[in-house]
């Protein structure tokens, strides 16, 4: 796996975002509730984001907005309460309309995978059709990947 | 639609809401984490406005907001999973720009008394300003209280 | 208690649960915030299991707890504040240790599609060890899908 | 205001936490959902209670719960998507078998004043039963503010 480090000028491909677990989050079963999960991804992508350089709120003020269209995850191992995770986020692919970001929530502090998601994510304009993204933000968005 | 207004009889001042509780609602001590309370209270006043025969919905679509200003609570037994619930609303009073509401949360099969809270919500503007509520809207909400 | 086995007609094989959609579940998009979709399915599965006769609390009575262990979902179109919406269940599958539901949310009034998902659970003991589901459970999951 | 600097023995009687606000915590008002505002509370007393060198999970495990039996909040101005917040959380009583913290959310960057609140927690056993603290608890949780 290449280093971010040795690649001093493309942003890094994969970024790092910890959370600690909330009780809010957990439920009866001891552990994380399933739809939280979801909720770290948005932090990992919108994390990802700012990284690039420019934040999703002003995605949003500029009249673009990026609503997930698609979900998925595997959950291999639970996350409890107070634990520290990473969530790992990834672009994993750029198109007209879309954008697709994987994750790999792992535990800080053992390294143990905990779960693995992607989501899609589709563009609209303020009125919530949906539409092609300008050309600058695709370019801003796929520019991790390029390295 | 019929008039609320032309009813001679005046409408229940306290309105009941049922509701289910969600695997998603309790967290790890095996009992609904407390701030879904709020959350259930929310449920109560809307099922109140509607039941006066004008959905908040219409209300923000006139560009009135009512946004919480003040919450309390005290809970004297917890809700636990897949219970049902009973959120009692009442309205405690309403003000130029502000309108307060009472509520009783009870387990619905037993009547056991949960939870009993109140908020104040203040009336915004589409910018967010506190407004003074239209005199219809004060008549409206206070209806129910007049019997 | 009447059991269901020896009810010779089947159970429906796609249960309907009518959800009123909370402020709290929308996000400043002015729609349904995404993760709460997964919350909504997990309400049509314990609706779906409690309409077979035995609900999911006395399963984790019994000491086996069912978590979800792969989620996915694509979001058509978005639910809105005060939508009433169904939420249809259907069992897809029974294996040792695993069920699968998959779920339709449709808007009540316009039958519009909004979400297409679908879960696996994982059949869990009290220690949160993968276990093999006993075989009256297994049962009694698949007993809505034999008509 | 005292500064904690000159007491080189007493813990901080006011621990900040930082919190980015997430998309989910939003709603359709463009601001963040009230109820959060008490998961937030929930973070600031948990790190409150790490900071004294013992963790709220290490007081669970001891068989130590410490549930919300009574909360309230005033809200004087919204938190927004991706705002950074601070938390600050500070002991206001111990007795017995109640321990009450109270809370201000400020804006991280202008520190504007948004939430103020204070919960009341009471200490339970394992079964749920109202209890009193073991002395030693409530010295430590009350050693903040003794300086």
């Given at each position: 796996?290449?280093?971010?480090?040795?690649?001093?000028?493309?942003?890094?491909?994969?970024?790092?975002?910890?959370?600690?677990?909330?009780?809010?989050?957990?439920?009866?079963?001891?552990?994380?509730?399933?739809?939280?999960?979801?909720?770290?991804?948005?932090?990992?992508?919108?994390?990802?984001?700012?990284?690039?350089?420019?934040?999703y709120t002003a995605l949003e003020q500029e009249g673009l907005a990026l609503a997930v269209s698609?979900?998925?995850?595997?959950?291999?191992?639970?996350?409890?309460?107070?634990?520290?995770?990473?969530?790992?986020?990834?672009?994993?692919?750029?198109k007209s309309r879309t954008v697709?970001?994987?994750?790999?929530?792992?535990?800080?502090?053992?390294?143990?995978?905990?779960?693995?998601?992607?989501?899609?994510l589709v563009s609209l304009d303020p009125q919530g059709r949906v539409v092609a993204m300008p050309a600058d933000v695709r370019?801003f968005l796929?520019?991790?990947?390029?390295?």
């Amino acid at each position: 796996m290449p280093s971010r480090d040795t690649a001093p000028s493309a942003p890094p491909r994969t970024h790092r975002s910890e959370i600690r677990v909330r009780y809010a989050e957990t439920d009866q079963m001891g552990v994380v509730y399933h739809a939280n999960y979801l909720v770290w991804c948005e932090i990992g992508r919108t994390d990802y984001i700012r990284a690039l350089g420019r934040p999703y709120t002003a995605l949003e003020q500029e009249g673009l907005a990026l609503a997930v269209s698609e979900a998925s995850m595997r959950c291999h191992a639970p996350a409890r309460y107070d634990d520290r995770v990473c969530v790992e986020t990834t672009l994993v692919d750029v198109k007209s309309r879309t954008v697709t970001f994987g994750y790999r929530i792992v535990h800080a502090e053992t390294g143990a995978r905990l779960v693995t998601a992607e989501t899609t994510l589709v563009s609209l304009d303020p009125q919530g059709r949906v539409v092609a993204m300008p050309a600058d933000v695709r370019a801003f968005l796929g520019s991790a990947g390029a390295g």
